[in-house]
């Protein structure tokens, strides 16, 4: 298994080559990309940036997570940062498994978790020319969040 | 003690710097560093209780503070 935060655009040709082998008999990419639009607003691109450090220690974790509940170490992330217009890939799993459903089940709970735990942030970008830190709208009080934290205590 | 706090997005803007020292007591537990920075000014808008990391973990609000850990303050994650 594999994680990594990268700068430039991601090769998920060569992600899949990393998990591939006669020892698997299913390959789930999963990517994200930059939708046009959120929450009802044109956007025209998104900065991304992270606790990098921080960030690194999380997305392996997650990885490592994964291989040991499913017993596949042939899972790789990337998550890039920095400036990406619409349409680009901003993060890529990539998991093989011997058998179909758990490479699905890999899939889905690394971008799960990924969402919950690693600290990146997107600055959004809109048509009319402002930008917002996404999840910041309601910074206050109430702003903690819904559903489980990251330390697994419910909010 | 004098502690660095890392601030990110959202709370760096909302302060206007990305990092602070601040001044504690030995023995100051996260929620102590979190009233020091809701205290200062640009800070109105933070959460009461916002996600905090200790030396690259998520810490809990009791968890003690030791001279020389690297504290971070977490907004809301949106990575993906």
């Not at chain 2, 020292?21 to 916002?50: C, F, H, K, T, Y």
């Amino acid at each position: 298994m594999r994680s990594a935060l990268v700068h430039a655009p991601i090769d998920v040709s060569a992600l899949i080559a990393e998990v591939s082998g006669a020892r698997n008999g299913a390959i789930v990419v999963f990517l994200g990309t930059v939708r046009e639009v959120n929450d009802g607003r044109a956007v025209t691109g998104i900065d991304y940036r992270a606790y990098e450090a921080m960030a690194e220690r999380e997305l392996a974790a997650i990885a490592g997570e994964a291989a040991e509940r499913w017993g596949s170490p042939d899972v790789v992330v990337e998550h890039r940062l920095g400036a990406l217009t619409l349409g680009e890939v901003s993060v890529a799993i990539v998991a093989a498994h011997p058998r179909r459903a758990p490479a699905f089940e890999v899939g889905r709970f690394v971008i799960e978790e990924l969402k919950r735990r690693v600290p990146v942030w997107k600055l959004e970008h809109y048509v009319d020319g402002t930008r917002e830190w996404v999840g910041s709208t309601a910074i206050g009080p109430e702003a903690s969040g819904v559903g489980r934290g990251p330390l697994g205590e419910s909010r | 003690m004098t502690l660095t706090v890392l601030l990110f997005a959202s709370y760096a803007d909302a302060l206007g710097t990305s990092s602070l020292a601040l001044q504690l007591p030995a023995e100051a537990r996260v929620s102590d560093l979190v009233a020091q920075v809701r205290a200062l000014p640009g800070a109105e808008g933070l959460p009461l209780a916002p996600l905090v990391a200790v030396n690259q973990r998520y810490a809990r609000s009791d968890q003690r503070l030791s001279a020389g850990d690297e504290v971070a303050l977490i907004p809301p994650v949106a990575g993906g």
